[in-house]
């Protein structure tokens, strides 16, 4: 079936520093992929959305200049976190859309700010 | 815009038993899917089952089916012979057909398997 592969699984930066977290479909392209963020028990909140070749659509409230979303290629999507506080820790996840079925989730990145 | 809510935070089943987790939504669309989604502790989300919307029959894979309820606006799963690898984040999910296919996600369900 489709994989959708996340790196890092963890990263830990110091305030003040920028991180970036890929996002790969192993076996199939993506047009669109999604990015969310889930705090400890609760629930996948969509952050933005990652579009092939054109400007990313963010969710009301999220900074587009802290979180920078690149989609390259068909197959690859970045989320770089921009001069990294504590408060942005967090476990951020990546999916990408399978056309008629269900989305493909990649691993999820655990972002730790020190 | 679309709500997805589950009403019940945490479950607990005994092992071999069978538990029902909620899930209610609301749309205005007809052309819809649905899904539950298992996240163990590992945080890998999983697809447990999928609910077109315009199939009248409930949807199964093995021990776990749904009860889907359309005019309701109500899809439940519902587990049978529980094991101790279902211990879970369970999240029901909506997608709308051909509206850039992005899922609404309820708050989660934890599900806890007694043995």
């Known amino acids: 079936g489709a994989v959708v592969s996340q790196h890092p699984s963890r990263v830990i930066c110091k305030s003040g520093t920028s991180v970036k977290i890929e996002c790969r479909s192993l076996?199939?392209?993506?047009?669109?992929m999604f990015w969310y963020r889930q705090f400890p028990k609760q629930s996948l909140m969509l952050m933005a959305t990652?579009?092939?070749?054109?400007?990313?659509?963010?969710e009301q409230g999220v900074e587009k200049d802290k979180f920078l979303i690149n989609h390259a290629s068909l197959t690859l999507s970045t989320l770089t976190v921009t001069s990294a506080h504590p408060e942005d820790s967090s476990f951020y996840i990546c999916?990408?859309?399978?056309?008629?079925?269900?989305?493909?989730f990649g691993q999820g990145t655990r972002l730790t700010v020190v | 815009a679309q709500t997805v809510t589950q009403s019940q935070p945490e479950m607990s089943v005994q092992e071999a038993e069978t538990v029902t987790l909620s899930c209610t939504y609301d749309?205005?669309?007809?052309?819809?899917?649905l899904f539950w989604y298992k996240q163990p502790p590992s945080r890998q989300m999983i697809l447990v089952i999928r609910?077109?919307?315009?199939?009248?029959q409930n949807a199964t894979e093995n021990r776990f089916s749904v009860n889907f309820q359309k005019a309701a606006k109500s899809f439940s799963l519902k587990i049978s012979d529980s094991q101790l690898g279902d211990a879970a984040m369970y999240f029901c999910?909506?997608?709308?057909?051909?509206?850039?296919?992005?899922?609404?996600f309820g708050g989660g369900t934890r599900l806890m398997v007694k043995p």
């Open positions: 999916s990408a859309p399978w056309v008629n079925t269900e989305a493909f």
């Open positions: 609910q077109e919307a315009y199939k009248q």
């Open positions: 990652s579009n092939e070749g054109s400007k990313a659509t963010y």
């Open positions: 076996d199939f392209q993506a047009t669109t």
């Open positions: 999910a909506y997608r709308q057909n051909n509206a850039g296919n992005m899922l609404t």
């Open positions: 749309t205005s669309e007809s052309d819809y899917y």
